[in-house]
């Protein structure tokens, strides 16, 4: 088993801002980008199978696709009227999932905000249909003993930050009003261990990874939320073909049902999440159990909210739809508006209310 230190940072910040910087900066088209797609059932390429539910995501096999994992588990794609079940076509640093969906080769993909963006900004007709992290998963990472509790605590410091998030960073320091100039910011990789050797005085992290890998060393890591200081963004969002939410409506209906359902099977039974992954279908992964739980945990302290209480997993507040659409476009993103998202197949999911397990 690799330690945990190996675990990929930002287990999807390559693609991500690969992606990102190829289409602010007008290079190559990300919708010609579509890559090769492993699966765990079957390969991508050709239509989606209308008797599987074919489902794209942006990363290889580990804890980030518990609940999907968990309605396999519990057989919840067939209940819900597949008659093969799950197809599920995993990502990877290679694999751009949204010309994926956009030639209606999986029926839904999970991808971040940024690569969403961008697709609809080269004219990819896509539309957001549930977000399951409600707040970004990034934060900076101090230690108790010089804490940074807040932007202006950067100023001054050195800050590690990896060369795939530089913009990202320099995003955030602008909607905070602090010059670049004001902080010292080091060129660092993904592992923290100059954060925990003092060579840096905080790291731009992904909270389920870095400071996980931090707590397991010993160590009680402070993290600064991005998303609590004015920089909003939806993480692993869910998404169709605009045309899909009318002509395949049910099918995607029942898909998503499957998938939250299985979300709420993970927050009941966290240790069978975590088992089941690391032991069956993650299993090539080598996953560190340990590991795992923890950042299961965080991801899912990301996913729950007053509104999530409310009107039930994914649903996407206006007020946040709004918040996002302005972040996107201070990071160089133009072209997506609230017209990209919408909560019609959710309120069909939780049409006789949100507790489906």
Known sequence: MPPAESYSLDRRSVLRLGLLGAAAIGGASMLAACGSSDSSSASGGGSSDPDAWTFQVNWTPDITWAG???????????????????????????????????????????????????????????????????????????????????????????????????????????????????????????????????????????????????????LQPINMMISDFGFALYEDVYVVRREALSSQRDILVAGLKSEIAGWQLAIKDQAKAVDITVNKYAKASNLDPKQSALALKMDLSLAQTDYTGQHGLLSMNPTDINSNVATLTSIGIGGVSASNYTNTLLDAVYANGINLV
């Open 68 to 218: 999907t994992y968990m309605a396999a588990e519990a057989g919840l794609y067939q209940k819900n009227g597949f008659k093969k079940g799950l197809n599920s076509l995993a990502g990877g640093p290679n694999v751009a999932v949204e010309p994926i969906v956009a030639s209606g080769k999986a029926n839904m993909a999970v991808t971040s905000s940024e690569t969403f963006a961008a697709a609809v900004a080269q004219g990819a007709d896509l539309v957001a249909v549930g977000a399951f992290m409600q707040k970004n998963p990034y934060c900076v990472t101090s230690l108790p003993a010089n804490p940074i509790r807040t932007p202006k605590d950067m100023v001054g410091k050195k800050i590690g930050v990896s060369a795939n998030n530089n913009t990202l960073f320099a995003a955030f320091l602008k909607a905070n009003d602090i010059s670049e100039g004001d902080v010292s910011k080091v060129v660092v990789q993904n592992d923290p261990t100059p954060l925990a050797n003092g060579e840096v005085d905080g790291f731009l992290s992904y909270v389920s990874n870095q400071p996980v890998t931090l707590q397991l060393k010993g």
